[in-house]
């Protein structure tokens, strides 16, 4: 089972990104998944979060109205788009698949996760 994050990069502050996070090894289509982020010195945080069906979308509110998470079943991906980036999104993304049924909101609830891509915003 592997989950491969990927799209992340440099961009400078106002500008877009689109993360993608592929799954292989079996299919999480029934599963919640969602986004998380790690900057340097700081704890995982959640980004977003979508149902297994795509139906429900959950976003911290540093994410609200700048982000947009989304999901092809059909391709075993999962995307984040990051619009009107700022200096303070610089992290390490990560995508996770919820397995236990506890707040979507916290990375313990999740037990499989990606490598993780940078995005780094310059301002």
């Known amino acids: 089972v592997q989950l491969q994050a990927s799209g992340g990069g440099l961009v400078q502050a106002g500008g877009s990104l689109r993360l993608s996070c592929a799954a292989s090894?079996?299919?999480?289509?029934?599963?919640?998944m969602g986004w998380f982020r790690q900057a340097p010195g700081k704890e995982r945080e959640f980004v977003a979060a979508i149902s297994w069906s795509g139906a429900a979308t959950y976003y911290a509110d540093s994410a609200k109205g700048r982000f947009t998470i989304s999901r092809d079943n059909a391709k075993n991906t999962m995307y984040l788009q990051m619009n009107s980036l700022k200096p303070e999104d610089t992290a390490v993304y990560y995508c996770?698949?919820?397995?236990?049924?506890?707040?979507?909101?916290?990375?313990?609830?999740?037990?499989?996760w990606g490598q993780g891509t940078q995005v780094t915003v310059s301002s």
């Open positions: 996770a698949v919820r397995v236990y049924s506890s707040s979507y909101s916290s990375d313990t609830s999740y037990a499989y």
């Open positions: 090894g079996r299919t999480f289509s029934t599963y919640l």
